[in-house]
Structure formats: structure tokens, C-alpha cells
């Protein structure tokens, strides 16, 4: 069974090995990753904003969860509807058969919809995970230009799911 707990500071060192874990999968496939940003990215366990996805008590995910828009993505208009926004989503690709980025993704829709939400927004900067949000339900709304490139905006309607017929909980 996964659970979704919000992050404390004391799970920082585990969020960073996990982060660093991920960092190694992406560099031996040629890909882009986190690797200088694995400190800063874990020290947001004790903000507030980070939840985790643990498995048998090991962190397995992580991702950043806000309730207003970045003041650039999104205009006014979809800023004032009531969302849910995902940051920095990182999982162990040791569990990658259990698809914990997807996990976490349906816990969002979910608590979205539980707290009267009407979505989840995400943003990325690589097509490939564009392609991968998608399969998760998520369209793509808009992309911007940015100094770190093109920055693609996707969002899925909050819905009620069954959180314990996807294997998981939240504490």
C-alpha cells in the first residue's frame, strides 16, 4: 500500500537520496536531471508545500503542492479558478513498475476534488513528459517561451477516484 503524507524537515535526507537516485537513472540515459538543485529541491520537505509517497515506510516520490498559480503561467481569469498546482515531481525509478509518478498525479485529482477544486495544473519543459502527463489524463493547455526554454502548461479536471482501488492512501 502507498501512502501520501504531507513532508516534514525530518524526511529530508531520504527525499534527497530518493532525488538522487532519480538524478543517476536520468544521467545514465543521456537525460537531463537534478543534480545540482538535489539539496535545495529536498530542503522543501519542511516547507509546508511538499508531500511524499512512501512505500512500506520508504519515501518513493515527491512533489510540490500549491493552491495559487505562478503569476506567469496562467492568466487571471485561470488563475482565479480554484486549482491545485503540482511543482517538481520526482519519484525512485526503483519502483517505476508501480507507477508512483501516476500515483501521485491521481491523489492530486482527487484531493483537488475533495477540497472543491475545479484543477490540477502542472508545467514542464521536456515533450517527453508532456507525452507522459498525458497518459495520466492531463492536456495540454498553452506553451510559453522562457529563458530555460519552452515551457509547456497542462491541467486535468479534478475528479473524485477511489484511492484505495489505485493501491494507496492518504495519512
Known sequence: MF????????????VAKMIAARCDWQERRGLESWREEVEDLAGQAGSG????????GRIVGCTTVMDQAPPKDWTPEEAAEPA???FTTVTDPAYREH?????I??????RAARQGRTWV??????PELVTYYRTQGFALVKEQERSAGRLYLL???AERLDLGRLGMTEA
Open 3 to 14: 501512502t501520501m503524507r504531507p513532508a516534514t524537515a525530518a524526511d529530508t535526507a531520504d
Open 49 to 56: 508545500t511538499m508531500w511524499v509517497l512512501e512505500n512500506g
Open 84 to 86: 491545485l498546482y503540482l
Open 99 to 103: 507507477r508512483p509518478g501516476t500515483l
Open 105 to 110: 498525479a491521481l491523489w492530486a485529482v482527487d
Open 121 to 126: 495544473r502542472r508545467g514542464c519543459f521536456f
Open 155 to 157: 491541467a486535468r479536471r
